[in-house]
């Protein structure tokens, strides 16, 4: 991968330091909001051709054609011509700004394109959500080799990041706005082209550690920072299912919870082993449970490296494949090996790098990672992951948009790539009447408890 990394400054400084010092000091925190980064630290200027803007924190309006009585479907903002298109006649030329996976489709699949659309940079923050970033900036500091963190606030751990790390606790602590209603829908496509419908639930998504009564308050390590409930409805043989995760800040002491409820036993069960590399039960098998989300889950397994950042092309403000009258799911999984270019929109921005490798005391179906993670928010982005002999095995992007109801984003649509196989899963699919992600008022804790499970099943 060539390594040709962009930095402001401050970033190159902070960067290339060997300190493993995990808050900064306050000369360095003094940078957030002025005029070289971003009050949650991105760099606030657009690159030197113009081809990234400027973050100026507006975000968008929602357009004319929204009907706020189906939230989950968002019309495509823009309306916007792709500036150009890559292919592999062409892909030489933007070489640079393409990650690994996406060269490696070119070079496999010849008919395989991407429409590279006009930047925007619509990830807006609420403002209690910012001043908590930037208490971080000085306060929140990784623990035990920082596979926990402490003294922390709700919003970025880390805004000026100096380890691999501290990266990816700034992903797994991405802001999507509080609690999330979701109604998602999983597609798997062999080889073949013949889609089929994997699983579909209905559910929510909660980040306690963002709850605007904790503006202000120190987490207490062992806070609850994201949980999810999804009940199955379809297809026939997975409806009644229900799954319940929960994943506390204190990843090495309390790490995750899981819990099940299966109709065909008619109880609710422990489910340990729903982490890792085990194969994701909302799939089919093409990815693991921690590809979720490009990455989900306690870090300890993995050494992460931070490589850097670059520009490269993100699946980034793709309204259109939300919307089931413009790009119906049908239409979305109609092609092989890859989703149909016509539902998808990439845009060029600024990313962290990161690059992880498999500690020899753990075993884990991937040897080696490399992470993409949007500089605005830490939501969008991709991952790569390579077999024990090197080779490209899957990945993973997903297909991020925000919210204009509130602020946030969504980074729960993903495709999960198999390159052995040949096969593609488009996880949190909305483009069909009713589905989709969207914010809502904040459910109590006992939606999220195994009690509920119980309560709720199928007798």
Known sequence: MKREIQFAAIALATVLTNSVQAAVNAD????????????????????????????????????????P?????????????????????????????????????????????????????????????LDNTL???????????????????????????????????????????PTIYENQR???????GSAFLASASKGNEDFPAFYPDKAGKVLDGKEIFWRVRLDDYAPARQVGQKLILIDALDQLNIGRRAYQYLPGQRRVKLAPDLAYDTPAPTNGGVGTVDD??????????????????????????TYGMTDYKACPEEKFTSTKHVPNPDCSRWELHRVWIVESTLKPEFRHIYKKRVFYFDEDGYGAGMQESYDGSGKLYRAVYN????????????????????????GYVMQGTAGAPGAGFFPVDIKPSTFFSPEALAGEGVR
């Open 28 to 67: 360095e925190a003094k940078h957030l909001g002025g005029p070289v980064l971003t009050a949650f630290g991105a760099e606030k200027a657009g690159n030197k051709d113009g081809s990234i803007p400027a973050y100026d924190g507006k975000g968008i309006p929602p357009p004319a054609d929204w009907d």
């Open 399 to 422: 297909h991020f948009y925000t919210y204009w109801e509130k602020d946030g984003g969504n980074s729960g649509s993903a495709v999960n790539l198999d390159f052995v196989t040949g």
């Open 69 to 129: 009585k189906e939230p989950g479907r968002r019309p495509d903002p823009f309306k916007e011509k792709p500036l150009y298109t890559i292919t592999a006649q062409n892909m030489a030329q933007y070489a640079d700004k393409l990650a690994e996976f996406q060269k490696e489709l070119f070079k496999r699949y010849p008919n395989y394109r991407m429409d590279i659309y006009p930047s925007h940079r619509t990830m807006v923050f609420p403002k209690y959500v």
């Open 186 to 192: 999983a597609w798997n496509v062999p080889a073949n």
């Open 135 to 177: 208490k971080n900036a000085t306060s929140c500091k990784g623990a035990d080799k920082e596979l926990r963190i402490e003294g922390c606030y709700g919003g970025i751990p880390f805004p000026i990041p100096k380890t691999g790390n501290q990266v990816m606790w700034n992903h797994l602590m991405f802001y999507g706005t």
């Open 292 to 317: 979720a989300k490009l990455f989900l889950g306690a870090l300890d397994r993995f050494d992460f490296k931070l490589i850097g950042k670059a520009e490269k092309f993100l699946a980034y403000n």
